[in-house]
């Protein structure tokens, strides 16, 4: 293990001297204060100041038109994922209850035939129910999907169109 020495007035004299033995080693450089820039210099320093300027400015609005495109995607997707979950609720409502209908109906029965009566008439109404409800929510689904992706392929269609 090191153990950190204090520092003590020999050290500093120490430093000192590797200072003032550098500074004495290394050139003197003399920059005159008065230094003339040509005009072409300058000319070219302005421009490239005009010219990252101008770069700055187009990025920083393509930076706020892309925050405000997302903003908008995310909350029309969130809209349409809130009323997909709200269809999908209440299909599950629906069945859920149609089942316990059923169940009830099922426990009334007083013979083996009707049951399988009760049963083959709920099963083909439940397959008709479930096939509208799957309808519903796939075309909700397709639905969301384009309103969500229609605002970015349309920025996408302008920003080419900028470009050529």
Known sequence: MVEATPVTASTKKVAKAATSAFEAAMPKLD???????????????????QNAREAYEKMKASAEETTDLLEDTYS??????????????????????????YFGLLLGTKSVSEAVELST???????????AQA????????KVATDTAEPIKASVEKTMKKAS
């Not at 008065?34 to 070219?44: D, H, T």
């Not at 349409?80 to 859920?96: D, F, K, Q």
């Not at 309808?135 to 397709?142: F, P, R, W």
């Open 135 to 142: 309808k519903e929510l796939s075309t909700l689904a397709q």
């Open 76 to 101: 029309t997707a969130s809209k349409g994922v809130a009323e997909y979950n709200a269809v999908a609720l209440e299909s599950l409502r629906t069945n859920v209850n149609s089942a316990f209908d």
């Open 31 to 49: 920059i005159p204060t008065n230094l003339e820039v040509p005009a072409v210099v300058r000319e070219m320093a302005e421009k490239g100041v």
């Open 121 to 131: 008439g709920h099963l083909r109404k439940q397959f008709d129910v479930l096939s």
